[in-house]
């Protein structure tokens, strides 16, 4: 008796302060999610499914009101509270169900583990505050750090981060940056914590087409440094074939199709992704007028049946209505999936 | 005399709506090359410098945060200047007109030195309305930020006590809280705080409302800062200009209070002279020696004018959109 509460004592003492999840892949298995509006009620995700493995990009592309960003907030259990629900499905880090997770839990997941960067690096700062505030205050919301610490830490991930005479900076306030420079400070407080997987919400799409290369550059390079997981959203789909490896095609809170990126490129097999494809612009597409898709994304209050693009695709039937097709691997390939009746079969 | 207080809450409260884009024009400018080279501290001495600039452009503001610092500053330190005991009567000399007989604003029809109980009503007027005003601030503040930020069932009861204690007229509650606590500057003051901390509560849950949409509110969450520490760095600070300027109004309105509810009685009791009581007091002397009512009606005008101007010349500082109109 007394030989087992010994043992006991040590377990007890670690579940007073549980241990956040460690190492491992982000999994999302068949989520869904209720969003409770005044007059009506939304379900932007249906039933995704998708994994970022560490040192991988996964790049998540849809068009807006597709659900993509639901989908980070969903990971990093921010959806505006009380409106919204997870109806069904699993978030995993690691071993860790992240979804099962309590808010104290979560939040020491929150920056440390999974990390954001957002679109808009003008409104992810705030004003008052200097650059290396913003970072510290990342810093010591997770570790014991003394003031001098983490402000020495600072100014090496704004160094990381390509950040001139970041000993000097650190002291900027965000209007004193430039656009570019302030989404590098973003990047630095998303990543002064080394989390395992980042969700990057449309990081480019607020820059100027040069700064968005270096940009991108710069997540990848860390991310092959710290090893770690990319979910980048986008609707760019010229962002996403320089640094995928996977894609995975968003429609109408569904993943429509999901294949490596050159692979996506070449055999896109959902209409949806070979009309986004077609009304891309190319350098070497002059004159022609640019393919559109016509219509709008479905009305995501009223229940739908059967494929969610059926009354914009030009392949549609009867059948695509009434039933939702089930995930298809091309030609038998597990890592090229699709949901579609009358797949293109280029 | 007290209808004013619901206009003042409608322009903070407009202000109010103007505060959240405000920050992001501010955060626009861009240095100029001249002040790359150290462009913090530059950009820091300019903010400070044009604050400066826009108060020092306009006069009535100048004016204003004169008023307002010598109101306090006599209020604190007044009583220790006067010349005279506040309660010393002379009945020989009663009513002596200012600059005669050694009394710089002459004496009332006790014979007392008018100066010496005009400090002394600062100083009660001072304890009304700067402290009773900060207390509601403090207290509305709390209110306000978390009905804002956390919502829900909390946020309806906090809003419906606000809506509740709007509803009531200030002077209704001073005349029950002086007929449960008896005349005096308590229930006064109770008044005051009960009823003011609503009006602060209210425009500080909408501000902070604004501010919880803001992309750094949600970027905060996102790096696992705690809820406390993102209410006190990211929230708190962003609803100072706001309160600020309503504050300067409050306090005003407060003074105004004061006087009115001393005038009829009910606040200050002799021998603490108050500026309304003075005036109360000299009512019936005012035709044959008018500084008796002038002297504390002066004060009281010159206190309420000089704080209005200053909130007028804060608000011109923080949002400079709303300038020159």
Excluded at chain 1, 229 to 238: C, K, P, Q, S, Y
Aim: charged content about 20%; proline content about 6%; overall charge neutral.
């Amino acid at each position: 008796m007394t030989n087992r509460s010994t043992e006991l004592a040590p377990t007890v003492a670690e579940s007073a302060t549980p241990e956040p999840p460690s190492d491992g892949r982000l999994s999302v298995e068949e989520l869904w999610v209720e969003l409770r509006l005044r007059r009506r009620t939304v379900h932007p995700i249906n039933g995704v499914t998708l994994s970022v493995e560490r040192g991988e990009t996964l790049g998540l592309v849809g068009e807006s009101g597709s659900g993509k960003s639901m989908l980070a907030l969903t990971v990093m259990g921010l959806l505006p509270q009380p409106f919204s629900k997870v109806l069904g499905g699993r978030i995993r880090l690691g071993e860790t169900d992240v979804l099962a997770l309590n808010e104290s839990t979560m939040r020491r997941v929150r920056g440390a583990q999974i990390s954001m960067v957002f679109q808009e690096p003008m409104t992810a700062l705030d004003p008052l505050f200097t650059v290396g505030d913003q970072i510290t205050e990342a810093v010591r919301a997770h570790r014991q750090v003394s003031r001098a610490g983490a402000r020495e830490q600072a100014i090496a991930m704004l160094e990381r981060v390509g950040i001139a005479s970041p000993a000097k900076r650190i002291d900027s306030y965000p209007h004193e940056l430039s656009g570019g420079m302030r989404q590098r400070v973003v990047i630095a407080i998303a990543l002064c914590l080394r989390p395992q997987i980042l969700l990057a919400d449309e990081p480019t799409t607020a820059l100027d087409v040069t700064v968005q290369a270096q940009i991108l550059e710069l997540i990848s390079d860390l991310q092959a440094e710290m090893n770690m997981g990319v979910l980048l959203i986008t609707h760019d789909l010229a962002v996403v074939s320089q640094v995928a490896q996977r894609v995975a095609v968003m429609y109408a809170g569904r993943i429509v199709e999901m294949a490596p990126t050159a692979e996506l490129f070449r055999h896109p097999q959902h209409p949806y992704t070979q009309g986004l494809m077609r009304s891309t612009l190319a350098i070497d597409r002059t004159g022609d007028r640019l393919d559109v898709i016509p219509g709008r994304p479905p009305d995501l209050s009223r229940p739908i049946p059967g494929c969610p693009f059926e009354p914009r695709c030009e392949r549609a039937t009867d059948r695509c209505a009434d039933e939702m097709p089930p995930e298809t691997a091309r030609d038998g390939d597990p890592s090229h999936t699709f949901r579609c009746w009358h797949p293109t079969g280029d | 005399m007290f209808s004013t207080r619901r206009s003042t809450h409608a322009s903070a409260l407009a202000l109010g709506a103007e505060r959240a884009a405000v920050t992001d024009i501010g955060a626009n400018v861009t240095v100029d090359p001249a002040a790359a080279d150290y462009p913090e501290a530059r950009a820091g001495r300019a903010r400070t410098a044009e604050a400066w600039r826009t108060l020092a452009s306009n006069k009535l503001v100048l004016i204003g945060s004169v008023v307002a610092l010598a109101y306090v500053f006599l209020g604190i330190f007044g009583s220790m200047l006067a010349p005279y005991d506040y309660r010393a009567q002379n009945l020989a000399d009663a009513l002596l007109p200012p600059f005669s007989g050694g009394h710089i604003l002459g004496t009332d029809q006790l014979g007392r030195d008018m100066l010496s109980r005009v400090l002394e009503g600062l100083r009660i007027s001072l304890l009304v309305g700067v402290v009773i005003t900060s207390a509601s601030l403090v207290v509305g503040a709390l209110a306000g930020v978390l009905a804002g930020y956390f919502g829900g069932k909390g946020d309806k009861a906090i809003s419906a006590l606000i809506d509740i204690t709007w509803g009531f007229p200030l002077i209704l509650v001073a005349v029950l809280l002086v007929g449960a606590l008896g005349p005096g500057l308590a229930a006064m003051m109770l008044a005051v705080g009960i009823i003011n901390w609503a009006g602060f509560a209210r425009i500080i849950r909408g501000e902070t409302l604004a501010l919880r949409q803001r992309e750094f509110v949600e970027a905060a969450r996102a790096l696992g800062v705690p809820r406390r520490r993102i209410i006190r760095r990211h929230i708190l600070p962003h609803t100072i200009p706001v309160a600020l300027v309503m504050t300067s109004y409050y306090v005003a309105l407060a003074v105004i209070f004061e006087a009115g509810f001393s005038f009829i009685g009910l606040g200050a009791q002799p021998p603490l002279p108050s500026l309304g009581q003075m005036i109360a007091e000299g009512r019936n002397y005012m035709l044959v020696s008018h500084w008796v009512i002038t002297v504390p009606g002066v004060t009281i005008a010159l206190i309420v004018i000089g704080l209005n101007l200053l909130g007028d010349g804060l608000r011109d500082i923080f949002d400079p959109r709303l300038r020159d109109r």
